[in-house]
C-alpha cells in the first residue's frame, strides 16, 4: 500500500518556524516531482510548493516566498518544507502529494496532476 506520510506541524505564535515532513511508504518516490498543498477552513486547497524529482526545479507560491523552502533527499524518500517567519494567514491543513510521471525535470502546480496524497498536518500559526 502506497502511503504518504506528513509530520512536523503543530502550534506556532507568529514569527516561528516549523518544519513538515513528508515521508513514502510502499514505493519510492525518488524519482517523482512532489509538491506541498495547503487547505484552510473555508478556501479551496492551494498548492505552497513544488520540486522536481531531483530538487533542481523548485516553485514557491508569491505568498510564501522568502520565508519557505522546500527540499528533498530522495536517499530517505523524504520531501521536507521548512518555513519561517510563520504568519496567522498560514494556517491551514498541509498535504503532501507526489506525480505519477518519473524523471520529469518539471514541477507541477495543478492539483488534480497528483495521484498519491498524505493525510495531512495541522499548522496553527496564533497571532
Known amino acids: 500500500q502506497v502511503q504518504l506520510v506528513e509530520s512536523g506541524g503543530g502550534l506556532v505564535e507568529a514569527g516561528g518556524s516549523l518544519r513538515l515532513s513528508c515521508a513514502a511508504f510502499?514505493?519510492?518516490?525518488?524519482?517523482?516531482?512532489m509538491a506541498w498543498f495547503r487547505q484552510a477552513p473555508g478556501k479551496e486547497r492551494e498548492l505552497v510548493a513544488g520540486i522536481s524529482w531531483s530538487g533542481v526545479n523548485t516553485y514557491l507560491v508569491d505568498s510564501v516566498k522568502g520565508r519557505f523552502t522546500i527540499s528533498r533527499d530522495n536517499a530517505k524518500n523524504t520531501v521536507f518544507l521548512q518555513m519561517n517567519s510563520l504568519k496567522p494567514e498560514d494556517t491551514a491543513v498541509y498535504y503532501c502529494?507526489?506525480?505519477?510521471?518519473?524523471?520529469?525535470?518539471?514541477?507541477?502546480?495543478?492539483?488534480?496532476?497528483?495521484?498519491?496524497w498524505g493525510q495531512g498536518t495541522q499548522v496553527t500559526v496564533s497571532s
Open positions: 502529494a507526489a506525480h505519477p510521471t518519473v524523471y520529469s525535470g518539471r514541477v507541477y502546480v495543478t492539483q488534480h496532476e497528483y495521484d498519491y
Open positions: 510502499g514505493r519510492s518516490f525518488s524519482d517523482s516531482a
